[in-house]
């Protein structure tokens, strides 16, 4: 039976990388996948699901209307991987596990637990709640410790604390840390660690 995946962590785990390998190894056997990536995510190019190793690749996107109804996609398909599930609403969340249940479609998610605030995102919420398998990938703050949040930074380094709820970018903008290094100011500073941060 077809299941819901959530494969969530801070930033700079290995997320985009990971549904690269998966779609690489369906498709090495054979089988088709269809790809999703966030529409306002343009970083690497619109459409594209780009690792910070290199690896690159054109995908579907998604925004606030895209309907994930099994009549949607080609019968032949063998697994439907979205990246940046964080930006899923819940009620599009609720229609990948009904593809995955009713429609028989695995479905595999990556993507962000909490915001800079340290916050659910709704569509993380959504899947932490539905997603019939979770698994938190690792990342690593500066301290050594595991890093399970993610800190904003303005353009002189310095922790943002309100604002926007999205404002996309990498690892000039955001800096995976520990629980410890979030509830402490002092721990932030990418001048720091800077073999880590910069």
């Not at 306002?40 to 579907?60: K, P």
Request: hydrophobic share 45%; charged share 25%; aromatic share 10%.
């Amino acid at each position: 039976m077809a299941k819901l995946f959530f494969r969530y962590a801070a930033m700079n785990a290995g997320k985009s990388t990971a549904l690269l390998q998966v779609a690489h190894n369906y498709e090495e056997r054979g089988m088709q996948v269809r790809l999703f990536t966030a529409a306002f995510d343009d970083r690497s190019g619109h459409g594209v699901i780009a690792s910070r190793l290199g690896l690159a690749r054109e995908a579907d996107t998604f925004g606030p209307d895209t309907a994930f109804e099994r009549a949607h996609f080609d019968a032949a398909l063998a697994c439907l991987l979205i990246d940046e599930a964080q930006f899923l609403t819940p009620a599009q969340v609720r229609q990948l596990h009904r593809l995955a249940h009713v429609g028989d479609l695995p479905v595999i998610c990556w993507g962000l637990r909490s915001d800079f605030r340290g916050d659910a995102f709704p569509g993380a919420a959504a899947l932490l709640t539905l997603a019939d398998d979770l698994e938190e990938m690792k990342s690593v703050c500066a301290c050594g410790r595991k890093a399970g949040f993610n800190l904003r930074l303005d353009g002189q380094g310095r922790r943002v604390r309100d604002g926007e709820l999205v404002v996309i970018g990498g690892i000039e903008r955001y800096r995976a840390v520990c629980p410890s290094c979030f509830y402490n100011d002092d721990a932030v500073a990418p001048e720091q660690a800077p073999g880590l941060f910069g």
